[in-house]
T-cell receptor
Framework: DAKTTQPTSMDCAEGRAANLPCNHS???????VYWYRQIHSQGPQYIIH???NNETNEMASLIITEDRKSSTLILPHATLRDTAVYYC?????????????FGKGTLLTVNP | DTAVSQTPKYLVTQMGNDKSIKCEQN?????MYWYKQDSKKFLKIMFS???????INETVPNRFSPKSPDKAHLNLHINSLELGDSAVYFC????????????FGPGTRLLVL
């Protein structure tokens, strides 16, 4: 079962920042927060992940609260091509036999 | 170059038939996966192989038999297809089985009539 809670859907205007929240109140100390997205009719795509510190890459930024019970994925300048379902997943990393457990995700619609 | 590829992209078949889906990755990864996404869009892991060895089997019916001839390939054979097998099947790979980033293929859309 997914260990995260996300809003079902969100809207964002093109060119504006999209802030996607995720609650993971039962996260344990060695679990990372991963974000993937699935654009319609395509396979899921990795976006970013983090443990404690905020992370940034060419796609997005990940802000994790100090207590690690929630996080926010930020797409700084959303484009129409960012319309997708965004999945927040918590997973232990560094062991073996670990699997991604996808929840329902958030459908982000970027409007022109 | 496609990192994770699947064939066929679409598969339409009759109930009771046997079919195979193929997956290949050119990333040099050790671990490969099969996921199923049903009509309600839930994405669930089915199997995982690490260095050709089965490491995850999520209580999938034994009509489904994965086979990994080498680290770069993970095929999925399905016997006696049922209506409920209609779904999109995604293959993925990762560097190792240690919870690392997974790279997904484009999916195979299976429709059982």
């Amino acid at each position: 079962d997914a260990k995260t809670t996300q809003p079902t859907s969100m809207d964002c205007a093109e060119g504006r920042a999209a802030n996607l929240p995720c609650n993971h109140s039962t996260i344990s100390g060695n679990e990372y927060v991963y974000w993937y997205r699935q654009i319609h009719s395509q396979g899921p795509q990795y976006i970013i992940h983090g443990l404690k510190n905020n992370e940034t890459n060419e796609m997005a930024s990940l802000i994790i609260t100090e207590d690690r019970k929630s996080s926010t994925l930020i797409l700084p300048h959303a484009t129409l091509r960012d319309t997708a379902v965004y999945y927040c997943i918590v997973m232990d990393s560094g062991g073996s036999n670990y699997k991604l457990t996808f929840g329902k995700g958030t459908l982000l619609t970027v409007n022109p | 170059d496609t990192a994770v590829s699947q064939t066929p992209k679409y598969l339409v078949t009759q109930m009771g038939n046997d079919k195979s889906i193929k997956c290949e990755q050119n990333l040099g990864h050790d671990t490969m996966y099969w996921y199923k996404q049903d009509s309600k869009k839930f994405l669930k892991i089915m199997f995982s192989y690490n260095n050709k060895e089965l490491i995850i089997n999520e209580t999938v019916p034994n009509r489904f038999s994965p086979k990994s001839p080498d680290k770069a390939h993970l095929n999925l054979h399905i016997n006696s297809l049922e209506l409920g097998d209609s779904a999109v099947y995604f293959c993925a790979s990762s560097h190792s089985a240690g919870g690392e980033t997974q790279y997904f293929g484009p999916g195979t859309r299976l429709l059982v009539l």
